[in-house]
Each structure stands twice: as C-alpha cells, then as structure tokens.
C-alpha cells in the first residue's frame, strides 16, 4: 500500500495512534497500514488452493483470485497491506508451507519459504513489517511463535512462546502489538499479547468473555474483535478489547450465525468473517463496524460453504 502526502497542505506530524488519512490508514510514524479494503480467503476443509477476495467497503460475494502453490485447509494468514501471506495448514499431514500474493494483482501464489514447525490452526497476526505465527497444532498443541519479515522472502524464525500451548487461537494487531484469543488447551478464555517488534514470550493481557476456542479475530488498528468460536455449542458473540489497554472482553454484539472457524479479516472501518462451521459449513460472510458496537450483517456469501481457511486484507 502507498501512502503519497503533498507536503504543502498536509500535516500528518501530529497524529497519534492509527487513524486514516486522505483514505489510507496510518499509525502515528506514518507507517503504513497492513490494513487494506481487499479482503482474501484461502484454503478450505478437505484441503483446497483456491485463494477467493471480496472488496470490504462493497457488500457482495466472493470472487476467484487465483490458487495457493498447495491445497490445504486449517491456515492462517496476515499481511503488510500490499503482500498476503499464507501459512501452514494440513493437506494429508501438517505442512510447513508459507505461500505469497500481491494483493492488488488477482493471481497464483508463490513459495515464501518454510515454518519452523509444520502445522495447522495457528493464528497469524501482523504490521506493516513484520507476520506471526502463534501456536497450531501437529501431534499435539503447540506454544510455538514463529515470524517473518514480510517484504523478503525466506523461512520463519523463533520469535518466542505463548503462556500455553494452544490450538484454534484467533490472532489480530495494531501497528505495535500482536494479540492471540482463546484457544484449546488450559485456560482457554486468555488473550495474550507480544510487542511485534521485540522478540520474546507472550505475556497475558486480559480474559474472553468465556472460554472458548476457533474464534475469528480482526482489527481497525486500536480495537480487536473477536466473533464466533466453539465454547460448548457454536458462538455467535462478538466481543471486543483496545490492543493498547490490557484488560478483560466487552460484549460487541452478534453474529447472523453462529458458527466456529470463520475467517476474519477487515480495513480500517469495516471487519468481516466468512464461513465457519454452524455445524456444517456454511458460505455466509458477515460484517461489523468495528469502531461501533452492534449485531453483524450479512456481506455475501463465499465461492462455496467453507471452514478452515485463512484471510488477510490489504490494497
């Protein structure tokens, strides 16, 4: 994503936080957003390569972007704002694979490079840097954080761990910090965090509503939302935290379905979460104004009903 200031009428020297500018999300240094109004779905249960986008701001259904370089279901995803990146997954074992796009081109992946443990149902959170990697599973959970620097292609590296080893947590950023919600393992109502640009251990931040594990995590930059997920029976609540507060949930308001693995991904404005389970799958994609609380609504429907896939947003 570019971000082009005239220097003559224009004063950005003074904001704070992340907001937007003549329409394209910065942060207080002017980075720009790895936010984007092109939001990606790929992957799919049974294993599928189809990379699918929707246009956030447009309600309206899913269309074809091209094909991961491997088919795979249970991926997550993140991006820089210009480049989408998907990793992990299971095809008929764990796979360690991160594929690329550039997310304003429709088209096929390429091979990023190699995780450092192969697995599916991690989360993925990133900035306009840096993309983690966090938890999974491959014989069992895993407390694994794993990063790349997005712009250059090679493998992960060891960033650090979770609190617990953790399987379906539900990943999201701001320009500073990377949050991981719920999961399946002891304690499954945590939310962690890191600071993204310093290696090290996840370091707890406040608690979900309820425990609960499959969750669907998106972003405006300052607040985090988290919808859906397994606690017993298949949520439709939406709830939220400030990324840069820690503390416990707040009720946001509901999905039109409740459903488990959805995938979520947003701009500045708008988040969305397409398919899930309800219990079986479904192609519904829902949307919130994130920085207003309230009941999701319906966006579209996806390519075909769907679980397990992997989103990011940019451009």
Same mark, same amino acid.
């Given at each position: 994503m570019?971000?082009?200031?005239?220097?003559?009428?224009?004063?950005?020297s003074?904001?704070t936080?992340?907001?937007t500018?003549?329409g394209?999300?910065?942060?207080?240094?002017?980075?720009p957003?790895?936010l984007?109004d092109?939001?990606?779905f790929a992957?799919a249960?049974g294993?599928?390569?189809?990379i699918?986008?929707?246009?956030?701001?447009?309600?309206?259904?899913?269309?074809?972007f091209?094909?991961?370089?491997?088919?795979?279901?249970?991926?997550?995803?993140?991006?820089?704002?210009?480049?989408?990146?998907?990793?992990g997954?299971?095809? %008929?074992t764990?796979t360690? +694979?991160?594929? /690329?796009? &550039? #997310?304003?081109?429709t088209?096929n *992946? @390429? =091979? !990023?490079?190699? $995780?450092?443990?192969?697995?599916?149902?991690?989360?993925?959170?990133?900035n306009s840097?840096r993309?983690?990697?966090?938890?999974?599973?491959d %014989?069992?959970?895993?407390d +694994?954080?794993? /990063?790349? &620097? #997005?712009?250059?292609?090679?493998? *992960? @590296? =060891? !960033?650090?761990? $979770?609190?617990?080893?953790k399987?379906?947590?539900?990943?999201?950023a701001?320009?500073?910090?990377?949050?991981?919600?719920?999961g399946e393992?002891?304690?499954?109502?945590?939310?962690?965090?890191?600071t993204?640009?310093?290696?090290?251990?996840?370091?707890?931040?406040g608690?979900l $509503?309820?425990a609960i594990?499959?969750?669907?995590a998106?972003?405006n930059?300052?607040?985090a939302i988290?919808a859906g997920?397994?606690?017993?029976t298949?949520?439709?609540?939406i709830?939220?935290?400030?990324i840069?507060?820690t503390?416990?949930?707040t009720?946001?308001g509901d999905?039109t379905?409740?459903?488990n693995?959805?995938?979520?991904?947003?701009n500045?404005t708008?988040?969305?979460?397409?398919?899930g389970?309800?219990?079986?799958?479904?192609d519904?994609?829902?949307?919130?104004t994130?920085?207003?609380?309230g009941?999701?609504?319906?966006?579209?429907?996806?390519l075909?009903?769907t679980?397990?896939?992997?989103?990011?947003?940019?451009?």
């Open positions: 570019s971000l082009t200031i005239n220097h003559q009428t224009d004063d950005i003074n904001l936080g992340a907001t500018f003549n394209v999300a910065v942060g207080g240094d002017n980075t957003s790895p984007g092109r939001g990606l992957g249960s294993g599928s390569n189809v699918q986008y929707v246009t956030i701001p447009t309600p309206g259904n899913a269309t074809d091209g094909d991961m370089t491997v088919s795979r279901s249970g991926l997550t995803g993140c991006s820089n704002g210009s480049r989408g990146v998907f990793a997954g299971y095809i %008929s764990f360690d +694979v991160i594929d /690329y796009v &550039t #997310i304003a081109n088209g *992946a @390429t =091979d !990023f490079g190699n $995780l450092t443990v192969a697995r599916d149902d991690a989360a993925g959170a990133s840097t993309g983690l990697f966090a938890g999974g599973r %014989s069992s959970n895993l +694994v954080i794993d /990063y790349i &620097t #997005i712009d250059t292609a090679g493998n *992960a @590296t =060891d !960033f650090g761990n $979770l609190i617990a080893a399987r379906g947590v539900a990943g999201t701001s320009l500073t910090r990377a949050l991981f919600m719920g393992s002891a304690s499954v109502d945590t939310i962690q965090y890191v993204i640009s310093t290696l090290g251990n996840a370091t707890d931040f608690d $509503l309820a594990t499959a969750g669907g998106c972003t930059l300052t607040r988290h997920g397994y606690d017993g298949r949520s439709n609540v709830q939220y935290v400030t840069d507060t503390g416990n949930a009720d946001f999905l379905v409740g459903r693995s959805a995938a979520a991904s947003s500045s708008r988040g969305i979460f397409g398919g389970n309800s219990p079986t799958t479904v519904v994609i829902d949307y919130v994130i920085a207003s609380t009941n999701a609504t319906d966006f579209g429907n996806l075909s009903s679980t397990d896939m992997g989103a990011c947003s940019g451009d």
